[in-house]
């Protein structure tokens, strides 16, 4: 949702707030975009979509690690049987376990991270034609986000987070619901 506002774009809001007040034909509004997302349809869907998913990644995980541990107790219960070389040889079997383990996790970390993106883009695109859209129709310069640090306080009557999420709404049912994988 940091879309709306990045972190290092403080310095240009307040150029632009001064040359806003400099300016009268200049107008700024803003959306609480979590409260969007939170009531978009197609979020929710995407947010579903994505739960299930971490589900399945997780267990992934978890049966990597429980295998792994499961290895390593076995070790441990029968290193003081083992010869020097044969216990170095399984030391060694462990630790390329454990790395490939480490490695399949991440794999399966970074899939999971693909996965919220590729939810979340189509959600995250439509919000912001919806908010794009509004600020041409009513002529609005710049559109802030209250949802990160950057408003203190704010006239209620440029907030255009209902209008969002109204259009947003209006547009779920033409919206696909996202693939499962």
Same mark, same amino acid.
């Given at each position: ?5 990045? /972190?290092?774009? %403080?310095? #240009?809001? !307040?150029? +632009?707030?001064?040359?806003?007040? *400099?300016?009268? =034909? @200049? ?49 441990? /219960?029968?290193? %003081?049987? #083992?010869? !020097?070389? +044969?216990?170095?040889?399984?030391? *060694?079997?462990? =630790? @390329? ?54 408003? #203190?306080? !704010? ?27």
């Amino acid at each position: 949702m940091n879309r709306f506002l990045s /972190g290092g774009a %403080a310095a #240009l809001i !307040a150029l +632009v707030v001064g040359s806003a007040a *400099a300016s009268a =034909q @200049t107008k700024i509004g803003y959306v609480n975009s979590q409260k969007v997302l939170a009531e978009a349809p197609a979020a929710q869907t995407a947010q579903h979509a994505l739960e299930a998913d971490m589900t399945r990644y997780r267990a992934q995980i978890d049966s990597i690690e429980k295998s792994f541990e499961a290895q390593r107790t076995a070790f441990e /219960g029968q290193q %003081a049987t #083992l010869s !020097a070389t +044969v216990k170095a040889q399984r030391q *060694a079997d462990l =630790q @390329t376990r454990y790395a490939a383990a480490q490695t399949r996790v991440q794999q399966i970390q970074e899939t999971a991270q693909r996965r919220q993106a590729e939810l979340v883009e189509p959600v995250m695109k439509r919000i912001n034609e919806i908010i794009e859209a509004l600020r041409k129709e009513q002529n609005i310069g710049l559109v802030l986000d209250a949802s990160s640090a950057g408003i #203190l306080a !704010a006239d209620p009557a440029l907030d255009l987070t209902d209008q969002v999420i109204a259009r947003v709404k209006a547009a779920a049912p033409a919206a696909a619901a996202p693939a499962s994988h």
